[in-house]
């Protein structure tokens, strides 16, 4: 069955531009999670989305970051005007309920130049 | 605010040598505790979820146990197919996000 799939898997970009990387969960899974990892650093938690509850935003690091889930299902994670420590990888989980196992995707690359 | 502290951060071993990894762990309410395995490059790979003080999983080389306070992954003889950094996360009280440690990373020489 097919995994989580994220793209693109590589991102480059010039510092003050806008990207946008997108996340399709594994299908019927309600829980959709981004998380950012960076050099030696641990995830660091970013976004949670449940059904059609509001998201949990506490993660996001400024409000150059939004995300956006629709139908339940495809999310698309924004960053505005972007920056060098936005580098990172970005990685997006689905799980089928809160509190069941996280299945991440590969990741996409971001480089900021 | 949960935390989850791993030692060592890096482990060499040597085909066969068995060692274990920990994960030192603060949070309110545990509601879960997970190990995942990342190899270089790849999103992490789920392994256990532990539940409550006293709960152990095991998965051919791999046993991961839990207390209170930590938990361990037992790698028994263990072979160079199994490098990778391994991932600690918990999840408690009301919290909707999963906090991770900042992973062990192993390596199996021959």
């Known amino acids: 069955g097919a995994g989580v799939s994220q793209s693109p898997s590589n991102k480059v970009t010039e510092k003050g531009k806008d990207v946008e990387l997108r996340c399709d969960p594994i299908?019927?899974?309600?829980?959709l999670y981004w998380y950012r990892q960076s050099l030696g650093q641990g995830l660091e938690f970013l976004i949670y989305?449940?059904?059609?509850?509001?998201?949990?935003k506490s993660g996001l690091p400024s409000d150059r970051f939004s995300a956006e889930r629709t139908g339940g299902s495809v999310s698309t994670l924004t960053i505005q005007r972007t920056q060098q420590e936005d580098s990172a990888v970005y990685l997006c989980?689905?799980?089928?309920?809160?509190?069941?196992?996280?299945?991440f995707g590969n990741g996409t690359r971001l480089t900021v130049t | 605010e949960d935390q989850v502290t791993q030692s060592p951060e890096a482990l060499r071993l040597q085909e066969g040598e068995s060692s274990s990894l920990n994960c030192s762990y603060t949070v309110s309410g545990l509601r879960g505790l997970f190990w995942y395995r990342q190899d270089p490059g790849k999103g992490p790979e789920f392994l256990f979820t532990?539940?409550?003080a006293g709960e152990e999983k095991e998965k051919e080389r791999l046993k991961a146990t839990l207390t209170k306070k930590e938990s361990f992954l037992h790698i028994t003889a263990p072979k160079p197919e199994d490098s990778a950094t391994y991932l600690c996360?918990?999840?408690?009280?009301?919290?909707?996000?999963?906090?991770f440690g900042t992973g062990t990373r192993l390596q199996v020489t021959l």
């Open positions: 989980a689905s799980s089928l309920v809160r509190d069941s196992p996280l299945h």
């Open positions: 996360a918990v999840t408690g009280g009301t919290a909707s996000k999963l906090t």
């Open positions: 532990l539940y409550s």
């Open positions: 299908s019927g899974h309600t829980a």
């Open positions: 989305f449940q059904g059609n509850s509001a998201p949990d």
